[in-house]
């Protein structure tokens, strides 16, 4: 059936990078855009980017350029989000999720990944 | 970008009909038909209600429904049932082919 696997839980100190990984199965893997949310604890939704598993296109949110690099590999159906510099207030759950709609930036997420926890603490 | 607004929270009894709020600006909620919204229990990733303002996914009930005035998109449960209880948030696509979600809402079933 379709759908995105994402790595496990990670624990990082602050400054440190971190890299969670999202594979697809199930689809095209360069059929659709992926996206990356991510949600602090009790927090809502924050919408990160997006990655073009076909061209290789990303577009970031303002808040994260220059720290967020969302990279795919094609040949595995795996994207990923590298996040560097972690702080303390990056801790949250990170989600990758498919978009279906033409443009593939429609905003409707058809599918989503389990979502990787990520602490940031010293 | 700025988050779009929601009200915090939203109650209403079994049976009725309740509707949640989603105001943007033009160079979002009102300039495109790309209002999605999600339905998010604890603990789990949300779960697509509407798409393109008024669309909904295969398998999701018709008591659920989505329309759109101006720069402000609502959603609308009728029927509302125990299983409703959750939180709410929309989402639009942005002129410079981003996303931005609302600040969510919180559906209480009294």
């Known amino acids: 059936q379709v759908q995105l696997v994402q790595s496990g839980a990670e624990v990082k100190k602050p400054g440190a990078s971190v890299k969670v990984s999202c594979k697809a199965s199930?689809?095209?893997?360069?059929?659709?855009?992926l996206h990356w949310v991510r949600q602090a604890p009790g927090q809502g939704l924050e919408w990160m980017g997006w990655?073009?598993?076909?061209?290789?296109?990303?577009n970031y949110v303002q808040k994260f350029q220059g720290r967020v690099t969302m990279t795919r590999d094609t040949s595995n159906t795996t994207a990923y989000m590298d996040l560097d510099r972690l702080r303390y207030d990056d801790t949250a759950v990170y989600y990758c999720a498919r978009d279906p709609g033409i443009s593939g930036t429609g905003g409707a997420f058809d599918i989503w990944g389990q979502g990787t926890m990520v602490t940031v603490f010293s | 970008q700025s988050a779009l607004t929601q009200p915090a929270s939203v109650s209403g009894s079994p049976g009725q009909s309740i509707t949640i709020s989603c105001t943007g600006t033009?160079?979002?909620?009102?300039?495109?038909?790309?209002v999605s919204w999600y339905q998010q229990h604890p603990g789990k990733a949300p779960k697509l209600m509407i798409y393109e303002v008024n669309n909904r996914p295969s398998g999701v009930s018709n008591r659920f429904s989505g329309s759109k005035s101006g720069n402000t998109a609502s959603l609308t449960i009728s029927g509302l049932q125990a299983e409703d209880e959750a939180d709410y948030y929309c989402s639009s696509h942005t002129s410079n082919r981003k996303v931005v979600f609302g600040g969510g809402t919180k559906v209480t079933v009294l």
């Open positions: 033009s160079s979002d909620v009102g300039g495109y038909n790309y």
């Open positions: 199930g689809y095209t893997f360069t059929g659709y855009f």
């Open positions: 990655i073009n598993p076909d061209s290789g296109g990303t």
